[in-house]
C-alpha cells in the first residue's frame, strides 16, 4: 500500500488544527500574564521584606544608641 506525501487533509481538519492551536496560543499568552504578575509579586514581597529588615535595623540602632547614651554597654 502505498501512501501519498504530503498527506491530505480534510478543511474541516484543518480548521480543527487551526481552532486548537490558536486556543494554545490563547493559553499560553494567559500563562505568559500569569508568569509576569507572578514575578511582579515575588518582586514586591522582596521589596517588603527588605523594608522591613531595614526596619528593624534602624530600631536596633536606636535601642543600642540609647544604651550607649546611658552608659549601659550595646547588646548586639
Not at 493559553?27 to 511582579?40: D, P, R, T
Amino acid at each position: 500500500m502505498m501512501l501519498n506525501y504530503p498527506a491530505k487533509f480534510p478543511n474541516s481538519q484543518i480548521l480543527l488544527l487551526q481552532q486548537v492551536l490558536l486556543f494554545m496560543n490563547g493559553n499560553i499568552y494567559i500563562l505568559n500574564i500569569f508568569l509576569i504578575e507572578a514575578v511582579f509579586v515575588l518582586k514586591c514581597i522582596h521589596a517588603l521584606e527588605l523594608v522591613l529588615l531595614s526596619s528593624s535595623k534602624i530600631k536596633q540602632c536606636k535601642k543600642v544608641t540609647t544604651q550607649i547614651a546611658h552608659g549601659i554597654p550595646p547588646v548586639w
